[in-house]
């Protein structure tokens, strides 16, 4: 099994900064894919960000391009999530995943799911 522990969310007014991070412990070397995730109350949850491990390729939605960078430190088995200009509708709770196969932007192909992180963006 793998267990994934999101901390470093929190309030942060718009235009603002937030980093997140993701401590993998388990048998890690089952997660070839770290995502982040995000979802609001009454709607799916939303693709942020993806990296690989081995390649460190990463991946992003529209969204947040250009604002949000997602990194990886393998000696910690770790994975952050840089957000900067924050806007109020990225506003939601942020999970962390992992999965065994390449980047996908779709949850439900994510094997591993941390416990979540409130983000509140006030304006």
């Known amino acids: 099994q793998v267990q994934l522990v999101e901390s470093g969310g929190g309030l942060v007014q718009a235009g603002g900064s937030l980093r997140m991070s993701c401590a993998a412990s388990g048998r890690t070397s089952r997660t070839y894919t770290m995502g982040w995730f995000r979802q609001v109350p009454g709607t799916e949850r939303e693709f942020v960000a993806a990296i690989s491990w081995s390649s460190g390729i990463s991946s992003y939605a529209d969204s947040v391009k250009g604002r949000f960078t997602i990194s990886g430190d393998n000696a910690k088995s770790t994975v952050y999530l840089q957000m900067n200009s924050l806007k109020p509708e990225d506003t939601a709770v942020y999970y962390c995943?992992?999965?065994?196969?390449?980047?996908?932007?779709?949850?439900?192909?994510?094997?591993?799911w941390g416990q979540g992180t409130q983000v509140t963006v006030s304006s």
């Open positions: 995943a992992g999965r065994r196969g390449i980047a996908t932007m779709s949850s439900v192909t994510y094997d591993y």
